[in-house]
């Protein structure tokens, strides 16, 4: 999917301007579209990405807070909120039966409010760092550390940079083995 998504930002299409790393791409930014999602909400974005819905791009952010968690979708284009998807009467009631799912959200949550950056700082501390464009990031969790995983695309070529939410490095993911976790 990441090349597909290289191949949309490196496209020419209505609504496209040149960015930063050698390629166009949307509009709105991929932390843009982040900040736009958490506001809507009220939550705290653990993981962005570019999706194709029903033929048509849109960024996808899921956020969490105390009380619920939500599907953004976001036109890149625009920047303007396309839906927002809570979990509805059947899948929250199926969602109170799946403990593991639950407790997995709410340690997220943890993390992300213990974090002092969020996932928008991560993106553009990626982007700074390696001269690209974010076009994926999440909340990860390797060996018990709390970081950020960002996919960022540079000369149409996509690289993986950890972000420490401590001190706000960015360090390259060797392109061999998955040592993360996500938190889905």
């Known amino acids: 999917m990441v090349t597909g998504v290289a191949a949309v930002l490196a496209t020419h299409a209505s609504g496209q301007t040149p960015r930063p790393g050698g390629v166009s791409g949307p509009q709105t930014s991929l932390a843009q ?21 029903q033929g048509t791009y849109v960024y996808e952010i899921k956020t969490l807070s105390k009380d619920k968690s939500a599907k953004v979708l976001v036109d890149p284009a ?9 979990p509805g009467v059947i899948s929250s009631l199926s969602h109170v039966f799946d403990r593991k799912d639950q407790l ?3 340690a997220a949550l943890a993390r992300l409010e213990a974090s002092p950056m969020g996932l928008v700082a991560a993106i553009e501390a990626a982007e700074k760092e390696t001269g690209g464009r974010g076009v994926e990031a999440a909340l990860a969790n390797l060996y018990g550390a709390t970081l950020f995983e960002v ?6 070529t996509v690289q993986r940079v950890v972000v420490d939410p401590a001190t706000g490095k960015v360090a390259a993911v060797p392109s061999r083995g998955k040592h993360k976790d996500h938190d889905d």
Do not use: C
Not at 35 to 53: D, F, H, L, N, S
Not at 78 to 86: D, E, F, M
Not at 151 to 156: E, I, P
């Open 104 to 106: 997995k959200e709410q």
């Open 33 to 53: 579209a982040v900040r736009v999602a958490e506001q809507q909400t009220g939550g705290r974005a653990r993981k962005a990405e570019m999706e194709r819905k």
């Open 151 to 156: 996919k960022v695309v540079k000369d149409l």
């Open 78 to 86: 625009s920047g303007n909120i396309v839906r927002i998807v809570t």
